[in-house]
């Protein structure tokens, strides 16, 4: 039998996105170029993951080299460069030791299944369950779509995988209910991402972990999207005061090659031996590789100093923006993780910003999510939020007219 015409490119390609008409071919900095040339302002930064922009000249250089020695082993053999990144990655966090793996949500299933394991080590056989939270995401593989709160996500996949149970995020009186004699870690965002951008309240956050502290239940924080610099600080943690047990990376910590962590506390960590864990390409030396380069430049000097700046910059235009169109309820985010929420929906605004080359995203219906790339320009940010004006004022008068 012949094989139907298909329409369009895309065709032959699963149906789990909806794709804006447009094909990228090249990047660089906070740039990309579609194939008839036309350039575009990329802020969205491939989704919180080219946080040193497109193609940077020293991540480049760096996998150029590993490119022409040696690109897969298995991790049966020592790599170099997974030693010299989790070193990096444990200097500059409360971790001990670092799993690696190829993306986010396979690092949330490490934390997991290291949660559960650490329960049984510690005596604790009836402690089965994982508190997470209203609005969260921790990825889309069987058991972390599970661990995900959103019954949008769960739709079609029934039965989900048992063990998780939902409290409210950032509610307050909620947290008695966290220590129920049942659960062995709680798993949360410290910037909600996909859920509409929302942080998470510094008072609740303290006295979630103070919870955990008391009743040895596992701090894990889901920095999938909050990590590598994207709050301003190199993790989200570091701002609330908190030591977490657990931290999963993945996206930025490649700019762009996919890798993703799961990293612990020696105590905990120890729960993982030789046969319970592992991962055919995880930690391999050209996605490690492009760890130590990304965390790198990262952590030079006055690198982070440079995002918080930009970032007090943007959002005290924003906060001026608001005052000036009362369509936008809302300006929140952390660094350059910023959600703003208008009363109406903003699809037609991130449409008519893409007409203007400029590419932002939305989190929910009613949030606009920015990325900006973290090497973003002074003028780039102030074309951008030229840019912003002129379109809310023209949808403003739209909408009135
Ligand atoms: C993107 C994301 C994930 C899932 O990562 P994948 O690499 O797509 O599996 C999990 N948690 C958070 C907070 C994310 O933003």
Same mark, same amino acid.
């Given at each position: +039998?012949?094989?139907?015409?298909? #329409?369009?490119?895309?065709?032959? /390609?699963?149906?789990?996105?909806?794709?804006?008409?447009? *094909?990228?071919?090249?990047?660089?900095?906070?740039?990309?170029?579609?194939?008839?040339?036309?350039?575009?302002?990329?802020? *969205? #930064?491939?989704?919180?993951?080219?946080?040193?922009?497109?193609?940077?000249? %020293?991540?480049?250089?760096?996998?150029?080299?590993?490119?022409?020695?040696?690109?897969?082993?298995?991790?049966?053999?020592?790599?170099?460069?997974?030693?010299?990144?989790?070193?990096?990655? *444990?200097?500059?966090?409360?971790?001990?030791?670092?799993?690696?793996?190829?993306?986010?949500?396979?690092?949330?299933?490490?934390? /997991?299944?290291?949660?559960?394991?650490?329960?049984?080590?510690?005596?604790?056989?009836?402690?089965?369950?994982?508190?997470?939270?209203?609005?969260? %995401?921790?990825?889309?593989?069987?058991?972390?779509?599970?661990?995900?709160?959103?019954?949008?996500?769960?739709?079609?996949?029934?039965?989900?995988? &048992? !063990?998780?149970?939902?409290? $409210?995020?950032?509610?307050?009186?909620?947290? @008695?209910?966290?220590?129920?004699?049942?659960? =062995?870690?709680?798993?949360?965002?410290?910037?909600?991402?996909?859920?509409?951008?929302? $942080?998470?309240?510094?008072?609740?956050?303290?006295?979630?972990?103070?919870?955990?502290?008391?009743?040895?239940?596992?701090?894990?924080?889901?920095?999938?999207?909050?990590? +590598?610099?994207? *709050?301003? =600080?190199?993790?989200?943690?570091?701002?609330?005061? /908190?030591?977490?047990?657990? /931290? @999963?990376?993945?996206?930025?910590?490649?700019?762009?090659? $996919?890798?993703?962590?799961?990293?612990?506390?020696?105590?905990?960590?120890?729960?993982?031996? &030789? !046969?319970?864990?592992?991962?055919? %390409?995880?930690?391999?030396?050209?996605?490690?590789?492009?760890?130590?380069?990304?965390?790198?430049?990262? @952590?030079?000097?006055?690198?982070?100093?440079?995002?918080?700046?930009?970032?007090? +910059?943007?959002?005290?235009?924003?906060?001026?923006?608001?005052?000036?169109? $009362?369509?936008?309820?809302?300006?929140?985010?952390?660094?350059?993780?910023?959600?703003?929420?208008?009363?109406? &929906?903003?699809?037609?605004?991130?449409?008519?910003?893409?007409?203007?080359?400029?590419?932002?995203?939305?989190?929910?219906?009613?949030?606009?999510?920015?990325?900006?790339?973290?090497?973003?320009?002074?003028?780039?940010?102030?074309?951008?939020?030229?840019?912003?004006?002129?379109?809310?004022?023209?949808?403003?008068? !739209?909408?009135?007219?």
């Amino acid at each position: +039998m012949p094989k139907s015409v298909m #329409s369009t490119p895309s065709a032959r /390609i699963m149906n789990t996105y909806q794709r804006f008409p447009i *094909t990228l071919v090249k990047g660089k900095g906070s740039y990309v170029w579609d194939k008839n040339d036309t350039k575009y302002l990329d802020y *969205t #930064s491939g989704i919180a993951t080219c946080n040193l922009g497109h193609v940077p000249d %020293f991540v480049q250089a760096k996998l150029h080299e590993q490119l022409d020695s040696l690109w897969h082993c298995s991790n049966l053999y020592e790599i170099p460069s997974q030693q010299a990144l989790a070193n990096i990655l *444990t200097e500059n966090s409360v971790s001990d030791q670092v799993f690696f793996c190829n993306s986010g949500a396979e690092a949330n299933e490490a934390a /997991i299944k290291l949660a559960k394991k650490y329960a049984k080590d510690q005596g604790h056989a009836e402690r089965t369950e994982i508190v997470t939270f209203s609005d969260s %995401f921790h990825g889309r593989t069987g058991t972390t779509l599970a661990a995900t709160a959103q019954t949008k996500i769960h739709e079609g996949f029934t039965p989900i995988t &048992p !063990g998780f149970r939902y409290l $409210p995020f950032n509610h307050l009186e909620s947290l @008695t209910e966290v220590n129920n004699g049942k659960t =062995t870690a709680v798993l949360l965002e410290l910037v909600q991402g996909e859920g509409g951008v929302r $942080p998470a309240d510094p008072s609740w956050i303290q006295e979630l972990a103070k919870i955990c502290k008391e009743n040895d239940i596992l701090f894990m924080v889901d920095e999938i999207q909050t990590g +590598m610099g994207r *709050t301003g =600080t190199l993790f989200a943690y570091e701002q609330f005061n /908190i030591e977490p047990d657990v /931290i @999963t990376l993945a996206k930025g910590l490649g700019s762009g090659f $996919p890798i993703g962590a799961m990293m612990a506390k020696e105590a905990v960590a120890n729960s993982f031996q &030789p !046969g319970t864990h592992g991962s055919t %390409f995880g930690g391999n030396p050209l996605a490690t590789t492009a760890g130590l380069a990304t965390i790198e430049a990262l @952590t030079s000097p006055d690198f982070l100093t440079t995002v918080t700046n930009k970032s007090a +910059m943007l959002t005290k235009q924003l906060h001026q923006l608001k005052e000036d169109f $009362p369509s936008i309820v809302e300006v929140r985010g952390m660094g350059l993780l910023i959600g703003i929420e208008f009363t109406h &929906p903003v699809k037609p605004i991130m449409e008519s910003l893409r007409a203007k080359k400029i590419l932002v995203l939305i989190a929910g219906p009613k949030v606009l999510r920015i990325l900006p790339p973290l090497v973003t320009t002074t003028e780039e940010l102030e074309l951008f939020m030229d840019e912003l004006k002129h379109t809310i004022k023209a949808e403003e008068q !739209g909408v009135t007219s």
